[in-house]
């Protein structure tokens, strides 16, 4: 449904005001990947990975620099109108709507956009507000909105001409728990109506909750791909300690890299401590170890676990 | 072409809802009608006071120019808004027809500006006594309808540029001055230096408002038809130069990303 060969894209951007200078940014540089029917693919990565420049070229609103991409079986370069008539694309934020429409006008709007006739609009505008729980709000301007609610709009925007591929790019930043989770069950749904998804997101849990397959992509390029389970076997064999700590600093974090079986240890700021995450590979329990590294600082609590789909996103995207 | 239609019809009349500002009455009433009409009796009163020409002169002039507030400033932001909005990225990657998306913009905002002229020149009857003749109407409401379509036309152009640039209501506000001075809408065109009187010929407005004084002054249709086919040819020129900027915006912004409003 959805094909991407070594696609590649690069922006010109210039320095300094007098000297001018050019420079080429290589904001994805030839990754790979497919997506099957029916299926719910995650891209998964940092800010400035390159998630949302793959998504505005499988969407048809960039040129790749190289490479080749599809989307049921439509070139993304020669055939953009005919992606564009089967995809829908849906967007995380406040923006991205008229504020002075209602949602129904908003709606209908788009019904237009995308050719579905007069007499289809009313029905369809009725179904998607249904699913995405709008109905008996139709009639407000957007500005009064909440976020969750616009998100809502948004998804409704997107499934509303019946798009056989849906792309979702951070669906569900900002939103409050709760909604965020009536977002979840919403995109679990386009599944089970026959959508093929597109997804990108920073949250772990979403993507683990969500995602039929993930590729993890840091500066550009793709560092690991597969289910949930399998990359968190990349990481599993190993464990991970969790060190709550008061003041430390750089150099014993450097020190803490350097003990012998540790993979990567990364610092969460938790208001007065931090949490040391620490990966390690192998059963060898390192507890001991990581703890005289770690002597003159004041130590809270320590616990081993299994890893989570973030440690293995972690392990990925620190990786040299 | 009937969804073609449709996009042109019905998605002009509700994208002009969701982007033209000053759609809100207390909004409209103060800018649309109540700037028009004070701008008409400054001029006119400040043109008797100096006796520099006839009253008509100045009513005539005003009552089309004044269409400019809506077609320069509502084509703009019709247009410009999409980018202001964040609605500029759904729209692009939707498969609309683009000229039946940029086109059918033009149209409320022609509408608009016609009701803005028409408002203008009833205040000129009403309050200041301009009494064309009635065989006159047909044709002056034939011409402000070509006049005010070439503003739109110009409108469409600056909405165009506005997607490009992030401050494109400085050019909307400095445009409706400019076709103030330049189109001889209180300077007769003759009485300009050269090049004003130029730039002027190439603006719209300017062969509308000749038209529209002679024909108010009790001549027939067929005696300015130059001008009013001068003025429909500058009405195409200026939309077919805004549509040809959009869409080399959206194919530039396809290589490299000069919109940047996603």
Same mark, same amino acid.
């Given at each position: ?6 696609l ?28 099957d ?13 390159g998630?949302?420049?793959? %998504?505005k070229?499988? %969407? ?10 599809r989307v ?9 109108r /005919?992606?564009r ?17 209602s ?6 709007y ?14 369809r ?7 995405v ?20 709009l948004h998804?409704?925007?997107? %499934? ?6 849906v792309?979702?790019?951070e669906p569900t ?34 993507a ?8 993890? %992509? ?9 289910t ?14 969790e060190? /709550? ?11 803490l890299?350097g003990v012998g079986g ?6 969460? /700021? ?7 995450i ?6 060898r329990?390192?507890?001991?170890p ?14 081993s ?8 996103y ?7 | ?28 009433i103060?800018t ?12 006119t009163?400040l ?7 006839s009253?008509?002169?100045y009513?005539v ?20 808004? &999409? ?9 692009? $990657? ?27 020149? $009833? $205040?000129?009857? *009403? ?12 044709? *002056?409401?034939?011409?402000? *309808? ?11 152009l *600056?909405?165009?540029v506005?997607?490009?640039a ?14 103030l ?30 038209? $529209?004084? &002679? ?16 003025e429909?040819?500058i ?14 915006? &959206?194919r ?11």
């Amino acid at each position: 449904m959805i094909e991407a060969i070594n696609l590649r894209r690069t922006y010109q951007t210039t320095t300094g005001v007098v000297r001018r200078k050019r420079l080429d940014v290589e904001a994805v540089r030839g990754i790979s990947f497919s997506v099957d029917q029916g299926e719910l693919f995650g891209l998964l990565g940092p800010n400035g990975a390159g998630k949302t420049t793959t %998504i505005k070229m499988l %969407i048809t609103l960039l040129l790749p620099t190289s490479g080749q991409a599809r989307v049921l079986g439509h070139d993304v370069v020669d055939d953009a109108r /005919e992606v564009r008539k089967r995809i829908g694309y849906v967007f995380g934020g406040d923006r991205g709507l008229y504020e002075r429409l209602s949602a129904y006008d908003n709606l209908r709007y788009f019904a237009e956009l995308y050719g579905v006739s007069g007499h289809r609009q009313r029905q369809r505008i009725d179904e998607v507000l249904e699913l995405v729980g709008l109905k008996g709000r139709e009639k407000e301007r957007v500005e009064g909105y909440s976020r969750g609610m616009r998100q809502r709009l948004h998804i409704a925007r997107g %499934i509303l001409h019946d798009p056989e591929v849906v792309f979702l790019d951070e669906p569900t930043i900002g939103v409050d728990p709760v909604g965020a989770r009536d977002l979840r069950q919403m995109i679990a749904d386009l599944i089970t109506v026959g959508k093929t998804v597109l997804l990108t997101t920073h949250y772990m849990f979403e993507a683990d909750a969500l995602c039929d397959r993930i590729a993890v %992509i840091a500066k550009g390029e793709i560092v690991g791909q597969g289910t949930p389970a399998e990359l968190k076997g990349n990481v599993a064999g190993g464990r991970v300690t969790e060190i /709550e700590v008061f003041g430390v600093d750089e150099a014993t974090v450097v020190r803490l890299r350097g003990v012998g079986g540790v993979s990567a240890v990364t610092v969460e /700021e938790q208001d007065q401590k931090q949490l040391l995450i620490v990966q390690t590979t192998g059963e060898r329990e390192l507890t001991q170890p990581l703890l005289a590294e770690l002597d003159g600082v004041e130590v809270g609590r320590v616990a081993s676990r299994e890893p989570t789909l973030e440690d293995a996103y972690v392990a990925l995207v620190t990786a040299e | 072409m009937t969804n073609w239609l449709r996009v042109f019809f019905v998605g002009g009349v509700i994208a002009y809802r969701g982007l033209f500002n000053w759609i809100r009455p207390a909004m409209y009433i103060p800018t649309m009608l109540g700037s028009p009409l004070f701008q008409l009796i400054f001029f006119t009163k400040l043109g008797q006071y100096a006796h520099a020409q006839s009253r008509d002169f100045y009513i005539v002039g005003n009552s089309v120019q004044v269409c400019a507030m809506s077609s320069v400033y509502g084509m703009t932001m019709s247009v410009a808004n &999409e980018r202001q909005f964040g609605t500029l990225g759904p729209l692009l $990657a939707s498969p609309a027809n683009r000229a039946a998306v940029f086109l059918g913009r033009g149209l409320p905002v022609l509408m608009n500006g016609l009701l803005v002229s028409v408002f203008t020149f $009833a $205040a000129g009857a *009403l309050f200041l006594g301009f009494r064309p003749g009635l065989a006159s109407v047909p044709a *002056l409401a034939a011409i402000v *309808l070509v006049t005010v379509t070439s503003c739109t036309g110009f409108g469409m152009l *600056l909405g165009s540029v506005g997607l490009r640039a992030k401050d494109v209501f400085f050019a909307a506000n400095l445009a409706y001055v400019l076709m103030l001075l330049f189109c001889g809408v209180n300077i007769p065109l003759d009485v300009l230096p050269g090049w004003m009187s130029l730039v002027g010929r190439c603006l719209p407005l300017t062969h509308g408002i000749a038209a $529209a004084r &002679e024909v108010a002054a009790g001549a027939p249709l067929s005696q300015v038809a130059g001008l009013v086919w001068t003025e429909a040819g500058i009405a195409v020129a200026y939309a077919a130069a805004g549509f040809v900027f959009f869409r080399y915006l &959206e194919r530039a912004s396809r290589r490299s990303a000069v919109l940047d409003a996603y």
